[in-house]
T-cell receptor
């Protein structure tokens, strides 16, 4: 079955440290890939997206992600986190392009940045 | 900028009552979605639509109906609200299968 896995429910890092949030998917073709962020009591906002081309994509606020076809992964990275990055991060995968194909969201990773 | 609005932003309903959640988008997007989010959990797709006057079932459609009377508007209807439907509901829109734009959410409490 098509699925998206975010193996880390919670991640705690110190301010200024580097960050990697993991995302793996199960899908036979190359999907469209997304990372969203959700701040408390808000809706989800797009951080970055991958459709094709360069496997490393840049997003807002210094975030980047790397697509790996061989590993079926789309990990999110940031070189130096700030306390304001504390939020929940969702990986999402668009599995197909027909009208009834859906976007599948991972269960999210809650990031806590400690001072 | 893309805009998705939801109303109401919060609602308290009684068990067995009817609840209608509304969503409006000004993005000219073809797809619209309704998700629910339970505390500490991810998003679960309830219903979606890729064209006006047509809706599709998502992963958890039981107990919910949806209506898409126009490209801009998409409603979620709980005919007989139950305690288990207490959650935050998000509407989103997108152009085909590209990135989704989310509304601010509606916090529904069923008592």
């Amino acid at each position: 079955a098509q699925s998206v896995t975010q193996p880390d429910a919670r991640v705690t890092v110190s301010e200024g440290a580097s960050l990697q949030l993991r995302c793996k998917y199960s899908y036979s073709a190359t999907p469209y890939l997304f990372w969203y962020v959700q701040y408390p009591r808000q809706g989800l906002q797009l951080l970055l997206k991958y459709y094709s081309g360069d496997p490393v994509v840049q997003g807002v606020n210094g975030f980047e992600a790397e697509f790996s076809k061989s590993n079926s992964s789309f990990h999110l990275r940031k070189a130096s986190v700030h306390w304001s990055d504390s939020a929940v991060y969702f990986c999402a995968v668009s599995m197909g392009t027909s009208n009834t194909d859906k976007v599948v969201f991972g269960t999210g990773t809650r990031l806590q940045v400690s001072p | 900028e893309a805009a998705v609005t939801q109303s109401p932003r919060s609602k308290v309903a009684v068990t067995g009552g009817k609840v209608t959640l509304s969503c409006h988008q000004t993005n000219n997007h073809d797809y619209m979605y309704w998700y629910r989010q339970d505390t500490g959990h991810g998003l679960r797709l309830i219903h979606y639509s890729y064209v006006a006057d047509s809706t599709e079932k998502g992963d958890i459609p039981d107990g919910y109906k949806a209506s898409r009377p126009s490209q801009e508007n998409f409603s979620l209807i709980l005919e007989l609200a139950s305690l288990s439907q207490t959650a935050v509901y998000f509407c989103a829109s997108s152009w085909t299968h590209y990135e989704q734009y989310f509304g601010p959410g509606t916090r529904l409490t069923v008592l």
